[in-house]
């Protein structure tokens, strides 16, 4: 099963990645981030591919992406 | 269980400074990531220059040199040709680069130094608080252009690409942009060429990526990246205007 890891301390809630999820499984958490911004988070973990487009689009590298096939790009 | 996706080895772990959305973040990356790919981040020494990114040598993790403004191409010419094994490349937003830098790009391309211009239009002065840039679109709103700007009395936007790329010593140019997962796949690999040129030694290699700002231009940052798409796009359009197959 695929997992991303979000580094919420670094969240910017730019909202890139919650635009641009396929599976539109991306929200922004109701909590406040160190820099007092409301971070991205994933809501439903399972539905989640590791297709890792809302890391490449995250302007601030906080999101990591870990599968169990071959890397991509 | 392995990772498909981290931070490349070349840029440091540390928060960046830029704002919410800015695609500063996203270039920056795709350098880095080129860097690891072709394997010479030892090699690799970059230019910073003055503007938003005039702090990019805290993100990148090899050495560094900050240029005046505008005077990246120049610093870098240096570099390069004192230490001709190293990669050098400068990373210049359009105030730099179109501005007071253009005299220092032209000529750089038209002597054919061998380096690597990454070029961040986002057609306004960021740094300064958004004053119109010789890019900045016909129209477009900034703190010196409050009625848009007009072509009667500020001219057209410079397109640098094309304008570069008629020159004989440019061997790569390329247009891109990051507006959407696609376009950062595009960017990506012409950021790669780019390196590629340099380390085959065909000469200057330019790559122009469209980026957003969405502070100055008074955006969200998704509709930031919608206002690249609709506007800056038809102006500016993509592609490699030149390629190291041209070169005679």
Redesign the interface.
């Known amino acids: 099963m695929p ?1 991303v890891v979000f580094r919420e301390e ?1 969240c ?5 990645c919650k ?2 999820c396929p599976k539109g499984i991306i929200e922004m958490s109701g909590i406040i981030n160190i ?1 007092g ?1 409301h971070p991205a988070t994933v809501i439903r973990m399972e539905e989640c591919t ?1 297709c ?2 809302c ?7 906080v ?6 096939d ?4 | 269980m392995r990772k498909v996706f981290a931070r490349p080895k070349s840029m440091k772990d540390m928060p960046m400074h830029y704002c919410p959305g800015c695609t500063h973040g996203i270039i920056h990356r795709l350098i880095a990531e080129a860097i690891d790919e072709l394997n010479v981040f030892e090699q690799t020494i970059v230019v910073a220059p003055v503007g938003c990114s005039v702090f990019c040598c805290d993100y990148f993790d090899c050495d560094a040199y900050g240029a005046s403004h505008g005077r990246a191409p120049a610093v870098a010419t240096g570099v390069k040709r004192v230490l001709p094994d190293k990669i050098v490349f400068t990373y210049q937003g359009d105030g730099d680069l179109a501005a007071i830098g253009t005299s220092e790009i032209v000529h750089a391309a038209a002597r054919g130094e061998k380096i690597t211009v990454i070029f961040v239009n986002n057609a306004i002065y960021a740094m300064t608080g958004g004053q119109m840039a010789p890019t900045t679109l016909l129209g477009q709103v900034t703190t010196t252009t409050p009625k848009g700007r007009e072509k009667e009395l500020n001219g057209s936007p410079i397109k640098m690409s094309e304008m570069l790329s008629v020159l004989d010593g440019s061997a790569y140019i390329a247009r891109v942009s990051v507006h959407n997962p696609a376009g950062i796949f595009k960017a990506k690999k012409a950021i790669k060429t780019a390196f590629e040129t340099q380390i085959s030694g065909k000469g200057f290699s330019m790559v122009e990526v469209l980026s957003t700002c969405p502070t100055n231009w008074g955006m969200t940052p998704l509709k930031a990246l919608k206002w690249l798409e609709e506007n800056m796009i038809p102006y500016y359009p993509l592609g490699e205007f030149k390629t190291p197959t041209e070169v005679v």
């Open positions: 997992r670094r910017k809630g730019c909202e890139l635009e641009f820099m911004f590791g890792a487009i890391a490449r689009m995250c302007p601030d590298l999101i990591e992406v870990e599968r169990e071959k890397a991509i790009g």
